[in-house]
DNA sequence: TGTTAGCACTCGTCACATTGGAGTGCTAAC
DNA sequence: GTTAGCACTCCAATGTGACGAGTGCTAACA
């Protein structure tokens, strides 16, 4: 069977009105359609094929047609195709408190969640490849050493470090001195244990507090690995019938509330084949890796900040979603977060 | 009409098997309660007495009773009377890494969730008291001037300035020298606008740029007010029917997410009249302050860790609650909590 | 050959009546 | 004061039938 232009018209106009509706879709309703001049029965007959080809399914008998995970699908890329989306201003958003981070983040899920009603999520910016601006070591009191470490993105980490037998001044400021000449500029996988032990041998002395105090840094360093996650709009899961009986929604809220299993919906893009749009990432239904999903569908998109901090932004929705519109949101939203830290 | 010990006994009769069955309980159901030796007829006739009273109400004329808010009020006051709690062992949990005030939190209440089944809340604590141990100004760029703050209790704050024009190294030192030797040991409320304009005056030189930083650096002491709070267990309210409709799931685990709403069930415990007990307060339907969980009950606890840091945890629950278990957690909870920093 | 009108059929939904049982209140007897 | 018995109430579960939306098929039409 072919796929020609009539089915595909038709096909979009079943998944469009479904989309708005939530409701199985009779040929009475498509023929009505103003793209179309042809009777219910003719768009019958069509639907009957679709059916077949597997784009489109009967939920029983006498009801009348849903878009299948395959009709989405094939939507899903279509529209990708055709589309390059307008630039909308979303930056008021983010002139607010730059600053930190977090609040950054908390701020665009919220916003995303708000504009779309759909569940939304973004992992925190991995720091591969960001380079350390400087590190600080202080003095606590007997037992303990603070260090402070930034990043050239202006990330800041702290550490207590707690040793058995105080430093004095003069090591902690010699050990200052010692990290910044030699671990400023390097990027986090850089400075591994090699690097260390380096470090270590050129100490010299008070080799064993010395070498805690290094290894201390170092692993705060490297500890980066379990990235955050933000969440909004969970309970926007409610707004859709076919996601809001009490199992289903127990369990998407749950993994909402849980955050780490959403991890493995916002690995690290793949490797951009046609370099534009590889970067959007849609899971419909049953693709999704996640089990708790498969009645939903899940879009996300990679930000890149630049300076090694890049991570992903996504939203959890019915099947139904209106796949366009959030599309275009993300490819916005995350055209935005690439620009925010170049100006 | 007098409240005599077997009416008392035949409350809490009906009070426990509603909170475990959910339903509203007939007389037959507690005529065959153990402690009592008495006839479906005469309870009905207590139960009646009982009604009139106010203490239980029938939610149509031929279904059993269910606990009123005023029985429940009555039965929590009393349990509290009567209990004194013995001490379970939590605190392996707390054992793991102490050293992230975060982590312990967000552990603490998950903990909670999993044993209760009921939704849990905790609020960081709060620095009110808190004495200053040092503070650290750094030069970041030519920009940036990153201060880190500690205070005695090993919380530490970051906070970055931006200047217009740089600041050179020996005035950083200075700055440090002033700021640790003038407000090294103050509590923060000690630290307001007139001890930073005796500062600026003391500093002189360089005021408009220094002053700046003065600023930023009160206004980073000062700013901890918003407390963050802690949640888990949001969508154990799936596990009461009487609560997972979806217009009320929705409603509270919105209230859950948002996070900021529930500052309002966990305000500072009032001043305890009778020391021991008082810090446990537990509201009942209606008494609740917030609109959204008057189908709830909610009961808190402070902690207090020494040092000014203390804070509330907290659960919500359906009204039949177990209130006798989740006084006890809580109490045990909180008391490991306060002996936890004084070791 | 593609399109359309018509018709019989299917099946879920809604309104309504029916029934069973749990629980009550009241009364009379112990 | 306690209890057994009985009539009564009302919810919840179940069944029934009408309705309507939607389909597939067939036959007629352009």
């Given amino acids: 069977m072919q796929m020609d232009d009539r089915k ?3 096909l979009k106009a079943i998944i469009k009105t479904y989309l708005e509706t939530g409701e199985p879709v009779g040929s009475r309703t498509i023929s009505k359609y103003p793209d179309l001049n042809l009777s219910s029965a003719t768009i019958r007959n069509e639907m009957s094929d679709l059916e077949e080809m597997g784009y489109i399914l009967q939920p029983h008998t006498s009801a009348g047609r ?31 408190r730059q600053d930190r981070m977090e609040l950054l983040l908390k701020q665009v899920v919220k916003f995303l969640a708000a504009n779309t009603n759909y569940a939304t999520m973004i992992t925190g910016p991995r720091l591969h490849h960001t380079r350390l601006k400087f590190i600080q070591l202080s003095i606590v009191d007997d037992s303990q050493i603070l260090a402070v470490i930034v990043t050239e993105t202006n990330v800041v980490k702290n550490r207590m470090i707690r040793l058995e037998h105080g430093l004095d001044r003069e090591t902690v400021l010699k050990l200052n ?3 910044n000449t030699n671990l400023n500029g390097l990027t986090i996988e850089q400075i591994n244990l090699s690097t260390i032990s380096k ?4 100490a010299g002395i008070h080799s064993d507090i010395v070498s805690q105090v290094l290894d201390a840094v170092a692993e705060a360093i490297n500890q980066e690995e379990d990235v955050e996650i ?6 926007n899961f409610f707004k859709y019938p076919e996601l809001s009986d009490t199992a289903k929604a127990s369990e998407l809220i749950s993994t909402f509330e849980e955050k780490h299993p959403l991890a493995s919906l916002m690995l690290p893009s793949e490797i951009g084949e046609d370099g534009e749009n590889s970067n959007i ?11 708790t999903m498969k009645d939903c569908s899940v879009v996300t998109a990679s930000y890149d900040m630049g300076g090694g901090m890049y991570g992903r932004v996504g939203i959890v929705g019915p099947k139904r979603m209106d796949y366009d519109k959030v599309i275009g949101i993300l490819k916005n939203l995350t055209q935005q977060l690439d620009e925010l830290y170049k100006k």
Same sequence: chains 1, 2.
């Fill in 199 to 202: 470090l270590k041998e050129e």
């Fill in 8 to 10: 595909w018209t038709i």
């Fill in 281 to 291: 990432q849609v899971y419909i239904g049953q693709e999704t890796p996640l089990d």
């Fill in 177 to 179: 001195l010692l990290l």
């Fill in 230 to 235: 933000y969440t909004s709009g969970a309970t």
């Fill in 66 to 96: 849903i878009p299948s995970d395959a009709g989405y699908r094939l939507y899903v890329d279509r529209m990708m195709e055709e589309k390059e989306q307008e630039v909308t201003e979303i930056r008021e958003l983010m002139v607010q």
